[in-house]
Protein backbone atom coordinates (compact mmCIF):
# COMPACT_ATOMS: atom_id res chain seq x y z
CA UNK A 1 0.00 0.00 0.00
CA UNK A 2 3.03 2.45 1.25
CA UNK A 3 4.63 1.65 -2.13
CA UNK A 4 1.68 2.40 -4.33
CA UNK A 5 1.37 6.01 -2.29
CA UNK A 6 5.05 6.57 -2.90
CA UNK A 7 4.64 5.98 -6.58
CA UNK A 8 1.67 8.11 -7.22
CA UNK A 9 3.43 10.82 -5.52
CA UNK A 10 6.22 10.72 -7.80
CA UNK A 11 4.48 10.50 -10.98
CA UNK A 12 2.14 13.55 -9.46
CA UNK A 13 5.45 15.51 -8.54
CA UNK A 14 7.02 14.91 -11.97
CA UNK A 15 3.73 15.71 -14.03
CA UNK A 16 3.37 18.97 -12.50
CA UNK A 17 7.36 20.19 -12.54
CA UNK A 18 7.14 18.83 -16.40
CA UNK A 19 3.86 21.40 -17.12
CA UNK A 20 5.10 24.56 -18.80
CA UNK A 21 3.21 26.54 -15.95
CA UNK A 22 5.25 24.58 -13.24
CA UNK A 23 8.01 27.69 -12.60
CA UNK A 24 5.85 30.31 -14.28
CA UNK A 25 6.08 33.75 -11.90
CA UNK A 26 2.76 34.42 -9.92
CA UNK A 27 0.11 35.78 -11.95
CA UNK A 28 -0.12 39.89 -11.74
CA UNK A 29 -2.50 40.83 -8.80
CA UNK A 30 -5.70 43.18 -9.88
CA UNK A 31 -3.78 46.05 -7.71
CA UNK A 32 -0.54 45.50 -9.98
CA UNK A 33 -2.40 45.80 -12.82
CA UNK A 34 -4.08 49.11 -12.09
CA UNK A 35 -0.86 50.31 -10.86
CA UNK A 36 0.89 49.61 -14.13
CA UNK A 37 -1.70 50.90 -16.17
CA UNK A 38 -1.16 54.38 -14.20
CA UNK A 39 2.25 54.22 -15.26
CA UNK A 40 1.73 53.87 -18.72
CA UNK A 41 -0.20 57.68 -18.59
CA UNK A 42 -4.06 58.50 -20.19
CA UNK A 43 -5.96 57.43 -17.43
CA UNK A 44 -8.40 59.24 -15.16
CA UNK A 45 -8.55 58.63 -11.73
CA UNK A 46 -12.42 59.17 -10.09
CA UNK A 47 -11.57 59.19 -6.14
CA UNK A 48 -14.26 59.41 -4.04
CA UNK A 49 -13.02 61.75 -0.87
CA UNK A 50 -12.00 59.69 2.01
CA UNK A 51 -14.21 58.93 5.05
CA UNK A 52 -16.02 61.61 7.23
CA UNK A 53 -17.13 61.86 10.20
CA UNK A 54 -20.35 60.27 10.75
CA UNK A 55 -23.69 61.51 8.86
CA UNK A 56 -25.26 61.62 5.40
CA UNK A 57 -25.10 64.90 3.33
CA UNK A 58 -24.20 68.02 4.91
CA UNK A 59 -25.86 70.24 7.67
CA UNK A 60 -29.16 72.06 6.60
CA UNK A 61 -27.81 75.85 5.81
CA UNK A 62 -24.42 74.36 5.51
CA UNK A 63 -22.23 76.45 3.13
CA UNK A 64 -19.22 75.85 0.70
CA UNK A 65 -16.92 79.01 1.74
CA UNK A 66 -17.63 77.66 5.43
CA UNK A 67 -16.00 73.89 5.59
CA UNK A 68 -17.28 74.29 9.57
CA UNK A 69 -20.76 74.22 8.44
CA UNK A 70 -20.44 70.85 6.26
CA UNK A 71 -19.34 67.13 7.37
CA UNK A 72 -15.77 66.75 7.31
CA UNK A 73 -12.68 64.52 7.04
CA UNK A 74 -13.02 62.06 10.16
CA UNK A 75 -9.38 61.34 11.89
CA UNK A 76 -9.12 58.27 9.83
CA UNK A 77 -10.25 59.84 6.66
CA UNK A 78 -7.29 62.28 6.74
CA UNK A 79 -5.05 59.24 7.32
CA UNK A 80 -6.32 57.44 4.94
CA UNK A 81 -6.03 60.63 2.55
CA UNK A 82 -2.19 60.50 3.49
CA UNK A 83 -2.03 56.87 2.51
CA UNK A 84 -3.18 56.92 -0.75
CA UNK A 85 -1.22 59.83 -1.30
CA UNK A 86 1.88 58.16 -0.39
CA UNK A 87 1.07 54.95 -2.39
CA UNK A 88 1.30 57.09 -5.56
CA UNK A 89 4.28 58.55 -4.60
CA UNK A 90 5.87 55.18 -4.04
CA UNK A 91 4.75 53.79 -7.21
CA UNK A 92 6.14 56.65 -8.80
CA UNK A 93 2.62 57.53 -11.11
CA UNK A 94 2.21 60.69 -13.11
CA UNK A 95 -0.29 63.38 -11.99
CA UNK A 96 -0.55 66.28 -14.13
CA UNK A 97 -3.73 67.62 -12.62
CA UNK A 98 -6.21 67.06 -9.37
CA UNK A 99 -9.30 68.70 -9.70
CA UNK A 100 -11.82 68.65 -6.97
CA UNK A 101 -15.39 69.03 -5.62
CA UNK A 102 -15.96 72.40 -3.96
CA UNK A 103 -16.81 70.29 -0.84
CA UNK A 104 -14.33 70.58 1.82
CA UNK A 105 -13.74 67.26 1.97
CA UNK A 106 -13.16 66.59 -0.86
CA UNK A 107 -10.49 69.57 -1.42
CA UNK A 108 -8.91 68.08 2.01
CA UNK A 109 -8.29 64.75 0.72
CA UNK A 110 -6.86 65.95 -2.30
CA UNK A 111 -4.15 67.97 -0.64
CA UNK A 112 -3.52 65.54 1.90
CA UNK A 113 -3.16 63.25 -0.72
CA UNK A 114 -1.43 64.88 -3.85
CA UNK A 115 -1.01 68.05 -2.22
CA UNK A 116 -2.71 70.52 -4.61
CA UNK A 117 -6.68 70.53 -5.74
CA UNK A 118 -8.11 72.54 -8.53
CA UNK A 119 -11.63 73.44 -7.21
CA UNK A 120 -14.34 72.20 -10.28
CA UNK A 121 -17.81 72.95 -9.98
CA UNK A 122 -18.76 70.04 -12.09
CA UNK A 123 -17.39 67.72 -9.48
CA UNK A 124 -19.92 69.00 -6.68
CA UNK A 125 -21.91 66.66 -5.10
CA UNK A 126 -24.94 65.75 -6.77
CA UNK A 127 -26.78 64.63 -4.22
CA UNK A 128 -30.39 64.67 -4.47
CA UNK A 129 -29.81 66.29 -7.55
CA UNK A 130 -30.91 65.46 -11.18
CA UNK A 131 -32.53 67.21 -14.42
CA UNK A 132 -30.24 69.54 -15.96
CA UNK A 133 -27.68 70.47 -13.85
CA UNK A 134 -26.67 67.33 -13.13
CA UNK A 135 -26.63 66.34 -17.22
CA UNK A 136 -24.51 69.27 -17.28
CA UNK A 137 -22.30 68.10 -15.01
CA UNK A 138 -21.81 64.55 -16.50
CA UNK A 139 -21.26 66.35 -19.74
CA UNK A 140 -18.37 68.38 -18.66
CA UNK A 141 -17.29 65.20 -16.45
CA UNK A 142 -17.02 63.69 -19.89
CA UNK A 143 -15.54 66.23 -22.23
CA UNK A 144 -13.15 66.62 -19.59
CA UNK A 145 -11.56 62.98 -19.54
CA UNK A 146 -11.95 63.08 -23.19
CA UNK A 147 -9.49 66.19 -23.26
CA UNK A 148 -7.26 63.88 -20.59
CA UNK A 149 -3.52 64.31 -21.57
CA UNK A 150 -2.14 60.50 -22.75
CA UNK A 151 1.05 60.48 -21.10
CA UNK A 152 0.18 61.67 -17.79
CA UNK A 153 -3.11 61.10 -15.19
CA UNK A 154 -5.85 63.10 -14.18
CA UNK A 155 -6.81 62.60 -10.46
CA UNK A 156 -10.63 63.90 -9.69
CA UNK A 157 -11.72 63.88 -6.41
CA UNK A 158 -15.79 63.62 -5.91
CA UNK A 159 -18.58 62.31 -4.47
CA UNK A 160 -20.40 58.47 -4.73
CA UNK A 161 -23.14 59.58 -6.58
CA UNK A 162 -21.12 61.31 -9.27
CA UNK A 163 -18.97 58.70 -9.43
CA UNK A 164 -22.49 56.33 -9.73
CA UNK A 165 -23.65 58.60 -12.38
CA UNK A 166 -20.60 58.34 -14.39
CA UNK A 167 -19.86 54.70 -14.10
CA UNK A 168 -22.91 53.07 -12.41
CA UNK A 169 -20.73 51.49 -9.26
CA UNK A 170 -21.06 52.99 -5.81
CA UNK A 171 -17.36 53.07 -4.38
CA UNK A 172 -16.21 53.06 -0.72
CA UNK A 173 -14.96 56.53 0.84
CA UNK A 174 -11.28 57.16 -0.53
CA UNK A 175 -12.31 54.28 -3.10
CA UNK A 176 -10.73 54.79 -6.61
CA UNK A 177 -12.06 53.85 -10.08
CA UNK A 178 -10.05 54.47 -13.10
CA UNK A 179 -11.52 55.20 -16.17
CA UNK A 180 -10.74 56.32 -19.99
CA UNK A 181 -12.92 57.37 -22.68
CA UNK A 182 -15.15 54.71 -24.63
CA UNK A 183 -16.89 56.21 -27.55
CA UNK A 184 -19.62 59.00 -27.17
CA UNK A 185 -20.05 59.54 -24.02
CA UNK A 186 -19.38 57.14 -22.38
CA UNK A 187 -16.71 55.56 -20.04
CA UNK A 188 -14.53 52.17 -19.69
CA UNK A 189 -13.96 51.21 -16.46
CA UNK A 190 -10.25 49.81 -16.18
CA UNK A 191 -10.38 48.99 -12.31
CA UNK A 192 -10.74 50.08 -8.87
CA UNK A 193 -8.14 50.36 -6.72
CA UNK A 194 -8.95 50.62 -2.78
CA UNK A 195 -5.81 52.18 -0.61
CA UNK A 196 -8.22 53.18 2.64
CA UNK A 197 -8.83 49.76 3.65
Not at 158 to 167: D, M, P, S, V
Amino acid sequence: MWRTVFSWLLLSLAFGLSTPNAFAAPAQSEEERLWAALKSGGHVVLMRHAITEPGVGDPPGFSLDDCGTQRNLSAQGREDARRIGEAFRRQNIPVAEVLSSRWCRCLDTARLAFGRATPAPMLDSMFNESGPNADAKIRQVLAAIARRPLSTNLVFVTHNQNILALTDLSVASGEMVLVVPDGDAKLKVIGRLNLAR
